[in-house]
């Protein structure tokens, strides 16, 4: 009745027990084996990007900003305004406050809260873990138990009392989906984020691809330009 | 303070900061690369199928960002260091009002 041994993920603990299911019924184990490759996932996959990729990326960031901040703030200082003075210099400190204001503060707040739903993201996948692990071993016991008895009613009991247990994980599952459709698309928020309005009319947007013709020109340096295809 | 002395000044502090602007290239482009990186497999997020499409989507469109940034910063030091050669060549000239040069940006 067991028929091959099933394929799960190497980091399930209880491999073990799911074959003793199985060689009690197919059926069941099989019921198991999906839900456990469904929903196991890859933490470490996940904590790899949130460790290695964002929070090494706001950490640049904010050093960057800090840096920026700084090389703005000795340019505004009353020594070097007395050196650099003019229009040129006013459009300057305006464009880069705005620069600011509408790129690198939304950006370097966004990726943090990138971060923040993949932490959510793990607990979700955690918490999906702690439910197959308690199912699995609450099935075992039930299959165990019946093992002994050697009476075809426990053991269709069991069988019952254990579709039962996969059907309860089953709705565990629906919902655990609809929540992370939710993530989802608060994820979608945050990208169309970039597009929100600002009260002085302005639109916060990706920095435009600037052409070597307005280089030199501060006042067409807005970030007010929509990114077009291939900028 | 001379005129041509004044000059210098000027165009010392314009280089000096266009390089500060120019230090802050890298880091903004390496964040960008590290983002390249930073894709999921679906599969990790069990069944957040389509969180995974949407977070996906986000690190590549945060790569990009994260890359016009820097090229964006190049193009500030750039400009930064253009306004610093035309206060060199006022200085060489020594004809040319400061606050002519800054009505040219």
């Known amino acids: 009745m067991s028929g091959a041994p099933p394929i799960l993920p190497p980091d399930f603990p209880l491999t073990g027990t799911v074959e003793k299911i199985g060689e009690v019924s197919a059926e069941l184990r099989d019921k198991i084996v999906k839900i456990i490759n469904d929903n196991w996932g890859d933490v470490g996959k996940i904590k790899h990007a949130r460790d290695t990729v964002w929070r090494s990326a706001i950490a640049t960031a904010q050093q960057s900003m800090s840096n920026l901040q700084g090389d703005l703030d000795r340019l505004n200082s009353g020594k070097e305004t007395s050196i650099w003075s003019g229009e040129a210099r006013v459009e300057y400190v305006t464009w880069r406050n705005n620069f600011n204001l509408r790129n690198l503060t939304p950006t370097y707040n966004n990726m943090i809260e990138i971060k923040n739903k993949l932490d959510e993201a793990i607990g979700k996948v955690n918490g999906a873990r702690i439910r197959i692990v308690a199912m699995v071993v609450e099935i075992g016991i039930t299959v165990a138990g019946m093992a002994t008895a050697e009476n075809p009613v426990s053991l269709a009991a069991a069988v019952i009392a254990g579709l039962s247990l996969v059907g309860s994980f089953l709705e565990f599952e629906l919902n655990l989906r609809n929540e992370f459709d939710n993530l989802g698309s608060s994820l979608q928020t945050l990208r169309d984020s970039r597009k929100v309005g600002y009260n002085d009319g302005l639109e916060y947007g990706a920095p435009p691809k600037f052409a070597s013709d307005v280089i030199s020109n501060w006042k067409a340096w807005e970030s007010t330009q929509k990114p077009t295809a291939g900028n | ?105």
């Open chain 2, 1 to 105: 303070m001379s005129k041509t002395d004044h000059f210098q000044v000027q165009r010392t502090a314009l280089y000096r900061h266009a390089k500060d602007v120019h230090n802050e290239v890298g880091p903004w482009g390496r964040a960008s690369n590290a983002l390249e990186t930073g894709s999921v497999p679906s599969s990790a997020f069990g069944v957040g199928h389509k969180f995974a499409q949407a977070y996906n989507d986000l690190v590549l469109d945060y790569a990009s960002y994260t890359g016009r940034i820097s090229t964006t910063l190049i193009h500030v030091s750039q400009n930064l260091r253009s306004v610093a050669e035309a206060y060199g060549n006022a200085e060489a000239a020594n004809t040319i009002n400061i606050n002519d040069i800054g009505d040219q940006f």
